[in-house]
C-alpha cells in the first residue's frame, strides 16, 4: 500500500527565508508525486508534480521540488518566503495523475514578519 | 474558464439523516474524485467516476455512494450519518490521461450534529 509521511506538522519561517519543507513516500513502483496548497477554508492548489523525467520540477509561486528515488522523497523548497505563503502543506503520491490520491498529514507553514 | 464548483459550502445535519453533495467538474474535464478531509489530517480518498461509472473505491462504508451524470457532474451521498462524517468533502476533476493531474473544489463543510 502506498503511503506519505510529512514529518514536520507545523513549521515557522522568517519572510525572505528560504523554506524546505519534507515529504517522504512509499511505493512499489514508480510514483506520480504531487505538491499541494491549502488556504483556510479553501480547497487544495496543485502547486508542481512530478511523473518522470527531470528530478527537480518547478512550480507555481515560485516553487519548486526534487525528487531522489533513493531517498523516496520529494521536498518542496522554495529560496525566499512571502506572508502570502502561510498555508497548509499537502504532499501526495498516486499511481497516476488521475487515480486516487494518498496524501501526508500535511505541514502547517507559518511566516514571521 | 470555471474550476471545479461545489455546492453547498456549508451544510448542518443530524445523525442518521442523508446528506447529498454536488460537483461540477472543470471544463473538459470527464473523471471526477471525492475525498474526506477531517479537521487537521489530510484528504481521503472515497471514490472516482469515469464514464458513470465507479472506478476505483477508498475504505469507506457503503453509506457513501456516488454517481456521475452525462454531462460529467457528481453527486456524493451518504446515508446514516454519524458524527465521524463531521468533515470537509472535497471533489477533484481531472481529464483523460495518465499525466493529467486532479483539480480541487472548494469543498462542503458537513457538520454532524
Known amino acids: 500500500a502506498q503511503s506519505v509521511t510529512q514529518p514536520d506538522i507545523h513549521i515557522t519561517v522568517s519572510e525572505g527565508a528560504s523554506l524546505e519543507l519534507r515529504c517522504n513516500y512509499s511505493y512499489g513502483a514508480t510514483p506520480y508525486l504531487f505538491w499541494y496548497v491549502q488556504s483556510p477554508g479553501q480547497g487544495l492548489q496543485l502547486l508542481l508534480k512530478y511523473f518522470s523525467g527531470d528530478t527537480l520540477v518547478q512550480g507555481i509561486k515560485g516553487f519548486e521540488a526534487e525528487f531522489k528515488r533513493s531517498q523516496s522523497s520529494f521536498n518542496l523548497r522554495k529560496p525566499s518566503v512571502h506572508w502570502s505563503d502561510a498555508a497548509e502543506y499537502f504532499c501526495?503520491?498516486?499511481?497516476?495523475?488521475?487515480?486516487?490520491?494518498?496524501f501526508g498529514s500535511g505541514t502547517r507553514l507559518q511566516v514571521q514578519p | 474558464d470555471a474550476g471545479v464548483t461545489q455546492s453547498p459550502t456549508h451544510l448542518i445535519k443530524t445523525r442518521g439523516q442523508q446528506v447529498t453533495l454536488r460537483c461540477s467538474p472543470k471544463s473538459g474535464h470527464d473523471t471526477v474524485s471525492w475525498y474526506q478531509q477531517a479537521l487537521g489530517q489530510g484528504p481521503q480518498f472515497i471514490f472516482q467516476?469515469?464514464?458513470?461509472?465507479?472506478?476505483q473505491r477508498g475504505n469507506f462504508p457503503d453509506r457513501f455512494s456516488g454517481h456521475q451524470f452525462p454531462n460529467y457532474s457528481s453527486e456524493l451521498n451518504v446515508n446514516a450519518l454519524l458524527l465521524g462524517d463531521s468533515a470537509l468533502y472535497l471533489c477533484?476533476?481531472?481529464?483523460?490521461?495518465?499525466?493529467?493531474?486532479?483539480?480541487f473544489g472548494d469543498g462542503t463543510r458537513l457538520s454532524i450534529l
Open positions: 477533484a476533476s481531472s481529464r483523460t490521461g495518465s499525466n493529467q493531474p486532479q483539480h
Open positions: 501526495a503520491v498516486g499511481a497516476t495523475g488521475r487515480r486516487a490520491l494518498t
Open positions: 467516476y469515469y464514464e458513470e461509472e465507479e472506478r
